[in-house]
Each structure stands twice: as structure tokens, then as C-alpha cells.
């Protein structure tokens, strides 16, 4: 069970209830512009022991809160958030909404991104100011669709101002919220509004430390695990590389197919990771099999497991010791 750091501190309870006025909403569609939701986390995610560090430290910032305004410090007001699809960013935003005791208020900047910029404008504006209202977690998502938008020579003028806009917000962004922004894309983002955030947090993909308890994590109940040996490890090894939801899907179809074909999910995880490699090219076969050398698994076993040549496996595992003998 997570527990709700927050919710002890008397300063920072959160006020359930009528989160705040009216959504903002877009004036034509007359769509909702954001989501606003109380989140409840019951399982805590593995975080990359970096990543961990970074978003603790926000939580114990508003966890002495009174404390570092009694001494003329801010906590941290603003993050963002960077890596590729599928590592964290948006359930990091939901742990900490989680955490922090406030509602997590999304908005996901790529379908606000209206064709006409003057509305996309006032759309933006709208949502920033209903965010600074409530106290909340306001997380904006796909953060470089604005940075991605290629105005025509009409649309440039909107475009400076929405960035400025953008800027501005991040900079006064009061100390009793806090403003989250996600992206797959840093470098499409204005260096200018890089330097703004008080933190730059990178989300890599997972390790295999991390993948372990992760694939765990994910049977639950399923005690069926505790036999699996060496299967974790191979397991772990086969998918590094991977986004944690890559691997939830592919873990996932094996469960289903386990139970649809009544097989040992352990015997469908098997089949499922030699047909996995069995398709990689061999630049990847190979980078497996080193990593199982590495883990101590036998020239005869890695072969097996990624298709490969007891002979190339051979050479590969002399090669890579000259390579860390030199
Ligand atoms: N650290 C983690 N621990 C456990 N599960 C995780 C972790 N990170 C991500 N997941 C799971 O992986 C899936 C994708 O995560 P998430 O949506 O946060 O990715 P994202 O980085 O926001 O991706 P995108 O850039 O595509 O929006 C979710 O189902 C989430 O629960
Ligand atoms: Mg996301």
C-alpha cells in the first residue's frame, strides 16, 4: 500500500470536494479543455533510483513547505519532465498528484492544439488560469506540440506570444501549486523555456535492476513466480531496452495467451522470448547474449536462448574478456 505522505501535514491536507469552479472549456466544441481527477495509486511504481531521488525531494520540499518560506525559499513550483514513450513521465505526475494530497489537472497540449492558433491561444490561457486558481498538480502533456506547430508568416506573431505566454507562466507559477510538463521531444523546445523549470527530470528507460521488480510487480497475486529461477533474470536481460510499457504488453499477451490456451505461463513467457529474439536482427541477438554472459549464464545456455551458434557465442565471450582484459 503507497502511502499519502501528505495527508499528515495539517498545512497541506488536501481539500476534497468541489475541485474548483467550472473546467475550462473550448468555446466552439464546447469540449472540456482539461481532465481533473483525484488520483489513488495502490501499488508504488520502481523508479530509477535517480529519478526516485528528484521526485522525493518534491515531495519533502512541500512536506517543509512552512519551513523554507519562513526562510525566504521557494519550493520547487515547476518540472519537467523528459524521455521517450512509454518510461513514466505522466504516472510520475500521477504519483506525485498522489503524494502531494491534489488534484492532478491534465491538460495534453498536442489535442489543444487547435488549426486555428488564436484559439489554441486563448484555450491555453484559459486552462493556465483555472491551474493557478486551484490548488492542484497541472501537468501539460506533449509539451513540444506547441514547439512542433510550424506557423505559416500569418501565424508566426501568435505563435512568439503563446511561447511568451508559456514563459510567463512558468515563472510565476505560485509556490502552492505545481506546474509539470512532459515531452518526447526536448530538443524541439525553445532553450529559453528549458532554463525556466526549477527541475529537468530525465526518465530513462528501465534496467534490468529495475525491470526485475517491475515484471514481479506486474503477477501481482501470482505466486506461480517464485518459481520462475532463472527465468526472471532472462527475462529482465531479453527485454532491457524496452519501455516499461513495451514490457507490460508483452507480458500481458502472454498471461492472456496462458490462460486462453491453458498454458504454464512460464512455458508461453519461454516460446514468446525465443520468438522474440528468433526475429531480432543479430546486432541485438548478440548484445542479449553478452549481457547473459555477463550474468553469469553458461555459452551452451545463451545459446540457446537467443538461436545463436554455440560458436559464435563462443567467440563473442572471448572477444568481450580480451576486451576487458585490455
Ligand atoms: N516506474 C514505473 N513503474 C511501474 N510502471 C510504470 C513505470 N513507468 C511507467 N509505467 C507503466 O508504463 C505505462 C506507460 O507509462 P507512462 O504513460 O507514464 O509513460 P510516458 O513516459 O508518459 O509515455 P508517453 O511519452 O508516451 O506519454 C503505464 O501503464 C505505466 O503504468
Ligand atoms: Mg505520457
Redesign the pocket.
Known sequence: MVTNLLAQFSSTKPVRGNVAGVLPIDMDSRMELVSNEWVVMD??????TA?NELLLSIVQERVHMDNLLQRGIEPTKSAL?V????????????WLSFKLGRPLVTMDLASVMSSYLGRTGNNIRAVIQYGQETPSVLLL??FDAVAKRRGDDSEVGELKRLVTVLLQTIDRWPATGLLLA???HPDLLDPAIWRRFDRIIE?PV?SRE?IEP?IK?LFDADDTINSWGEWISILAIALGGS???D??RFVNNARRESVINERPILEVLESDVHSLLRHSDKALRLTVAQNLLQAGFSQRRVAQITSLARDTVRRHAINDAQERNE
Open positions: 501499488k508504488e511504481p520502481t523508479w530509477p529519478v519532465f524521455g521517450p514513450p512509454g518510461v513514466g513521465k505522466t504516472l510520475a505526475a500521477r502533456d506533449e512532459a515531452t518526447n526518465f528501465p529495475v517491475f510487480g519501455s516499461f510499457s514490457i507490460s
